[in-house]
């Protein structure tokens, strides 16, 4: 007998609390010492986290572009839009289990969690303050948050400054993790059903042929798909390549000059094709970003730092050519040594793909609450069906374990309508080293 | 080559080590020079054995130039050497070029032979530094290092110290050179020398990390290299600041860290300006 859970198009990640026992196929969350878990500050990042009212017209906040029901992206923009309709030049990328990554943002200008946050609310193209004193002004004032603060840090007025609500942040993303794929439940769970014929040839094509794990890093007994290193994969810059001395030189001259990283590579497109190299200055990193997690690819279309490529094919395909998009584009020479043509056929693109599509954790594997489960053939066939927009193709997954874990309730949040998993009785946070 | 355009200050010229083939074929050396051809400098050669000992340097000769000149640039004067010579009757006995050639490739082969700057071309460098004033800063690029390190693999020149002799009445000299594909420096009276590194063959990893049996001389320390999955990890190329008069080698090195050598007045020595005290070392890998 089968069943299928039928989810609201809504996170369920264990949001809220903090995580003792990470997900199947994912290591203990790092949690700096200096900004232990607790549920409040938890709870109070999350309020952050949802606050449109701290940008400068009251319509943007951290949530416009990192959607719950996205995987934490805006997909399917291309580039992220911000206060007044202003784009920006690269695709958000999800914050779920960015808590692993070692360097938040594309370039990884920012070293953690807790610094990162500070940038979005006063980019020009994203929350558009001028500085942060407004923000500030309605933490410290509002009865609700200086209530929070109070509670978490014991601080009130003057003392709440971008620190405070950094670490909040960053408490609450250190919820946002999700493992536990049919890969992992394969991979790590010793279920040999988890993953069927297909999505079983382009786990062995990402291993071998296509060389995928050696930037998309799986461990023994983890994966994080990053190898948290920064590669030139030749997205972008192929199509600006010839102008890449100038702007280098023009952009460490700018530089020189003051220029504000965050703000000169999400409002100059060119710029930011210059990748880690606007970070750096090392020449040895032009158009090189960070690689980044492939855990809920399938949800987050479109694709790279400039949302270029609009389905998981188009990916495979662009590294299947040896770092261009097109037949007729040229590689550009700054291009990583570990891009090569992979001389893939097609049905060895279909089944990578179908591998990227198995990296679905179940928070994010269902469509809409209307859904209605096929019903009866649980073979697991290869699917007919290839994801070319997030939409599209949702696979049945009916044979497989639900989204729900034993020893788990389900709660509503009255006011943001999400759902959150609360595991039952769930330990004090344990703190690693960073 | 990409990288290098994108220098700044922008570099003066480029000084390429040699071995720009592998077994000294006409073809590899075209495309060797069509890899070097998207640079935007002028590019100044010294002939590695790589290159020589199919045609003894011939085709080379055509397509890049003379195999030892020396210039002047912004008062320093610049000697390039051909250094991998060695004795006619070695050079002699081969019964075809390819023989010869791939017997000079191989590391370890007692049928080789060592490498040698030779009677003809001192008396050369010993007329062309008579008319330079012994306070102008010397810079000599050679393919093996004009001293003696580790003669199976030719790291090493027989006639190193009567080359050093003519070197050594000048107040500020430098010995660039390649072959080695390690950053090795070292100081020898008042001659430093420095090494390049390459673009290419990476050194092996130690036994312990490539968890294979090495088969590297018992004499070499393997190179401690950061990630066995980087395949440019171990190799790079440096950009050389001549302006004291003395060099100092920024070297990039490829997914791994940076590192500088540079000339240090109050030792009278090159040194790294990270690893050079003891205790800033990192131990050669004894363990995986
Ligand atoms: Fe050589």
Redesign the pocket.
Known sequence: MKFRLSIGAMALLVAGVPLANPPLGLPPVPVPADNPQTPEKIALGERIFHDKRLSATGEVGCVSCHDPAMAFTDSPKRVSVGVNGLTGTRNAPTVVNAAYMKSQFWDGREPSLETQSHQPFVNPVEGGLENHAPLLAVVRSDPDYAAAFQRVYGKAGEQITMTEIGQAIASFERTLIAGNSPFDRYHYGGDPRALNDQERRGFDLYLNKARCVSCHVIEQDQALFTDNAFHNVGVGINQIQDEIPPLASAFLEAKRRGADVDKTVLTDPKASELGRFAVTDDISTVGAFKTPTLRNVARTAPYMHDGSLDTLREVVIHYNLGGKSQESDRVNPYLSGGIRPLDLSEPEIDDLVAFLEALTSPEFAATTATTTSPTGDEDHEPSTVTAQLPEAGERDRSDRPAAAEPGAVELRQPESGLHFRLPLGFPHPTHQGD | MAETNLLSPKPDFVLYG??IAQLGLKEEIDHGLELLSPLRYKTYHAL???DYYLDLGEYWERRIGPQYYSFDHKGVHFVVLNS?LTHDDWINKWPTPMDRMMTMAGLDNPEGSPFMVGDKQREWLRRDLAKVAKTTPLVVLS??PLQKIFRNW?FWTEDAEQVQALLAPFERVSVLY??VHQIQYNQIGNISFNSAMATAWPWPYPETYAQAPSHLPVLTVPMNRADPFQERDATGWQFVDIHSGRVALNYSLNDNGNRVVAYNAATGQPEDQGFQPADARIPPQTHY
Request: without cysteine; hydrophobic residues 10%; proline residues 0%.
């Open positions: 040699g071995d590695g054995e790589h991998i393919h093996s030719n390649g072959h």
